[in-house]
Every structure is written in structure tokens, then in C-alpha cells.
């Protein structure tokens, strides 16, 4: 008898797939802890959105170094296109893999500093439960040597680090090109019977080494631009509203919090389009209505213990 060959096959295999525009003041920390991962990525795709800076000269010297790293090089557009554009670029390096030679796939972003052992303990807890669809970590700040908690829920993976199983990637159809996809495609792997979620310990803090929600053109901006995410996913006005009164008492005091509301709000006003996927807002209002009553924690369990999935394939 082959022993190996009845031994089952080790389900680690990953490949992190890297969008990225003018990182060159925050990559090299992300490429080190990448490198020094105590299981690393069977290939890291990293997608060079048109960088004008120092980054393709720095990828060049990472893919030198370590032949799993693939630089894919798109035409600059003369502009930092975010959400969509982020998701474009990240379709560009999907684009040159066959996503069935790995079992999980990872959108990271090039502005993280990561743990030694974060993809290995991602990789165990997807193999302990195969219902588990996608996870990450949580993401922290930097400030005079302490760490200051981005405060992201618990529901879904973090958008700067999407770790997926890729049959769950491919059954929700992976991600929506619009500002959003980010809490779209979590409330999606519920709709159908997958777990999403994120664990704050140790192993799995991570440093953000740019504010979240920042945009290119300031802060407030990049609040804006979250609310019309909200507004386009489908989330309603008063689920929004409770959001933004928990976290008044998060910088930008006040106005940044003001500034999701008014997002959402002028997009409505001015009859924005939306998620074309009632199915999806349907269940998403179901969803915003049940944490309304009994908090997200629980209306997340309960999504958890309706699932009629018996298991992942």
C-alpha cells in the first residue's frame, strides 16, 4: 500500500494577491513579515496599479530574492482609484492564477505589518471549521509605542487582509467592483450558509500603518466615501445611525462619524443607484433589523445556526 498516497493532502496552500499604487513608504514592512511567515504563501501575486514612486523598483528587488513573488504591472490612469479600482487591480492578478491549484486565496493590502505566525494560524482555523468561509485578524494603529484598535467588528473579515476558502470565494462570486464590497461580501457568505469573522488576539493583531478610512484626498473624504459604500450595499438609515452614535468617540471626533451619515444621506437624496441584488438587500435588512433588536454578536450567531450548509466542499 501507498502510505502517501493515502494520506490525506495538507489543505495550507495560499496565494496573496496585492493591489497596490505608490506604497513605497509603507511596503518593505509589509514584504518582510510576509517573508518571515511561519508558513508562507505558495505564490504572492502583487499587482503595480501604475505606481510613479519607488515601488516598482522595490518589487523588482523582492521578486529577485524569492521566486514565489509575481509582479503584475497595469498602465498608470493618472490617479488613485479606490474601491473599484482597488478591486480592478486585484482582478489582475487573479486573472493569472488557476485559483484551483490553492485552497485559500488573500486580498492583502502593502501597507500592513504582520505577525510571524498570522497566515498559519488563519490556515487552523479554517481546517477546524470547514464552514468558515473567510477571516483575518484585527487591525491596529501605531502611536508612541502603543496600540490603538481601528474598532472593527467581529462579522467579517478585514478589507485590508480578505483570507478566503476559495470555494466560498467562487460561490459568493467574489468581489462587487464598488465601494462596499468590503462589507458586501461578508453578508453574502451568510446568505449562503458560510461563517465570516475576525479574531482580535495576539497571533493575529496586525499594525495598519495608514489610517482606515482615510482617503488620498483627506480623511473626511474617505469618511464620505464609506457612507455611500453603505448607501450602495443597502444598509438602512437606522442601522447606519446606531453605527455612527457607537463610534462618535473615535478620531476624527465627531465630524468623521458625521461624515459616513452625510454619505449615506446625499446619496439618497440624490437617488444613487444600489446593489442590483435584492435578494441580497432583502437579507442584509433582515439582518440590520435583527442586530438593531438583540446586537450584531447575537444576529450573527443566529445567521450562523440557520444555515442549512451542511459543510464546505
Keep these: 500500500m501507498n502510505l502517501k498516497a493515502a494520506m490525506p493532502e495538507k489543505q495550507d496552500k495560499y496565494v496573496l494577491i496585492s493591489p497596490c499604487r505608490n506604497e513605497a513608504d509603507f511596503m518593505r514592512q509589509t514584504l518582510d513579515t510576509v517573508v518571515a511567515q511561519s508558513l508562507r504563501p505558495t505564490k504572492w501575486v502583487i499587482v503595480d496599479d501604475g505606481s510613479t514612486d519607488e515601488t516598482p523598483a522595490i518589487?523588482?528587488?523582492?521578486?529577485?530574492?524569492?521566486?514565489w513573488i509575481e509582479i503584475v504591472t497595469r498602465a498608470d490612469r493618472g490617479h488613485r482609484a479606490v474601491g473599484p479600482g482597488v478591486i480592478d487591480a486585484f482582478y489582475s492578478g487573479y486573472a493569472t492564477i488557476n485559483p484551483d491549484e490553492f485552497d485559500y486565496v488573500c486580498k492583502l493590502d502593502l501597507d500592513l505589518r504582520l505577525p510571524p505566525r498570522y497566515f498559519e494560524t488563519l490556515v487552523e482555523r479554517m481546517l477546524a471549521n470547514p464552514r468558515l468561509g473567510t477571516c483575518s485578524g484585527k487591525a491596529y494603529l501605531e502611536s508612541a509605542g502603543e496600540l490603538i484598535s481601528e474598532r472593527h467588528g467581529d462579522e467579517n473579515s478585514l478589507g485590508m487582509t480578505k483570507f478566503y476558502r476559495v470555494s466560498c470565494f467562487k460561490e459568493i462570486g467574489g468581489f462587487v467592483r464598488e465601494v462596499g464590497w468590503d462589507g458586501i461580501d461578508g453578508h453574502k457568505c451568510r446568505m449562503k450558509g458560510w461563517t465570516a469573522t475576525s479574531w482580535d488576539e495576539p497571533d493575529l493583531r496586525f499594525v495598519h500603518l495608514r489610517v482606515m478610512g482615510a482617503s488620498h484626498k483627506g480623511?473626511?473624504?474617505?469618511?464620505?466615501?464609506?457612507?455611500?459604500?453603505?448607501?450602495?450595499?443597502?444598509?438602512?438609515?437606522?442601522?447606519?445611525?446606531?453605527?455612527?452614535?457607537?463610534?462618535?468617540?473615535?478620531?476624527?471626533?465627531?465630524?468623521?462619524?458625521?461624515?459616513?451619515?452625510?454619505?449615506?444621506?446625499?446619496?439618497?437624496?440624490?437617488?444613487?443607484?444600489?446593489?442590483?441584488?435584492?435578494?441580497?438587500?432583502?437579507?442584509?435588512?433582515?439582518?440590520?433589523r435583527r442586530a438593531l433588536l438583540v446586537g450584531k454578536k447575537r444576529a450573527t450567531e443566529e445567521c450562523a445556526k440557520n444555515a442549512t450548509r451542511p459543510s464546505a466542499r
Design 59 to 67: 518589487l523588482v528587488e523582492y521578486a529577485k530574492r524569492h521566486d
Design 219 to 288: 480623511i473626511y473624504t474617505g469618511r464620505y466615501r464609506q457612507g455611500y459604500g453603505q448607501y450602495y450595499m443597502g444598509t438602512g438609515f437606522w442601522f447606519l445611525a446606531a453605527s455612527v452614535l457607537s463610534r462618535l468617540n473615535q478620531k476624527p471626533y465627531v465630524l468623521g462619524q458625521l461624515s459616513v451619515l452625510w454619505g449615506w444621506i446625499w446619496s439618497a437624496v440624490r437617488g444613487l443607484p444600489r446593489y442590483n441584488d435584492l435578494e441580497f438587500r432583502r437579507f442584509l435588512r433582515g439582518y440590520q
